[in-house]
Nanobody
Framework: QVQLVESGGGSVQAGGSLRLDCAAS????????VGWFRQAPGKEREFVAA????????YYADSVKGRFTISRDNAKNTVYLEMNSLKAEDTAVYYC???????????????????WGRGTQVTVSS
């Protein structure tokens, strides 16, 4: 089964940028849709973005459209989340997750994913 490790989080001022990486190990990484979710203290886990196994289809939450870009490099077993024009409300722990392409669940729902990383903290200050 695929295993995921996030990196690239940190502290940045509003208007700045960060790139998050989700590195995968294990078999058949390109057989998974990969999504990014985030969770702020006291709030529910929230969908951010997702990308299909072939990289040709992407999904974004309305709150990040035009600011965040998801991409993947299957040769490197890595999915990226480029975050620009960051806002204070983007502060959260960010998780990457993998969804089997054979499971017909919504890419925007956390319970469609069966493998999760441990998360990386993103803090945006005003």
């Amino acid at each position: 089964q695929v295993q995921l490790v996030e990196s690239g989080g940190g502290s940045v001022q509003a208007g700045g940028s960060l790139r998050l990486d989700c590195a995968a190990s294990g078999r058949a990484f390109n057989s998974y849709t990969v999504g990014w979710f985030r969770q702020a203290p006291g709030k529910e886990r929230e969908f951010v973005a997702a990308i299909s196994w072939g990289g040709g289809t992407t999904y974004y939450a309305d709150s990040v459209k035009g600011r965040f870009t998801i991409s993947r490099d299957n040769a490197k077993n890595t999915v990226y989340l480029e975050m620009n024009s960051l806002k204070a409300e983007d502060t959260a722990v960010y998780y990457c997750a993998a969804k089997s392409v054979t499971f017909l669940g919504s890419e925007m729902r956390w319970d469609s994913y069966n493998t999760w990383g441990r998360g990386t903290q993103v803090t945006v200050s005003s």
